[in-house]
């Protein structure tokens, strides 16, 4: 097989977006607003600009909405949704078959920072929340902070602790250098979500490990 003149920075599908990301993608969205329980994926690619390509793509052979793009020095993102999962699964097809990339392609997910704050101090609080457009954070919670590389992954890292905990999302970042997220809660709560970020960051690293070992024997 030729090799791709595209490179993959970040795959990631979301079966079903928790109410909260839903929420906080609208409240700074660029483009169409997802409803909560939307498919979603997002993708980064290079070169930046053939992201555009990309996105006309798919909105004419799919029924998704556009949800965002952002085009950096190097990569180009779009972040799509539908209410069928059948549909933001198709877009990606297209994509990959377009670009000669597969899923396999796609850069490793590396955790860069991963904490948790326990019983957070009063200033610390405020100043989380003055910062950002989620929820509050206040003195005494824990918080869980991460961040990722690519940024990209941040968003079902929080999609996953959504679901597994019950939790406030402060601040998420899927773009740029680096992604990041804040979440907080009771000291309990954050470390199932904790765990369930952690634990989907490594099942993405495991699926591309596995996805590369088997094209590699075709």
Known sequence: MAQSSFELRTYTFIDQLQPALA?????????????EYDASLLLELAPAMEIHRMIDLVLKRTKVRLGSVVTERVYGMLLIQHADQGEVIEAGRIVMAETGLSIANRAEAKIVANHIIRGVEQDHAISFTGTS?????????????????PAGYMMIACNEALKAANVKLNTIKPF??????????????????????NSIMERMNSERTAMASSL???
């Open 216 to 218: 590699a024997k075709k």
């Open 23 to 35: 929420q906080f993608i609208a409240k700074d969205n660029r483009v169409y607003d997802p409803a």
């Open 176 to 197: 740029g250098a680096t992604g990041r997220l804040i979440l907080s809660g009771t000291e309990s709560e954050i470390d199932s979500a904790s765990e369930a970020a």
């Open 133 to 149: 457009k989620g929820d509050m954070i206040l003195a005494g919670e824990s918080v869980l902070i991460m961040e990722s590389s």
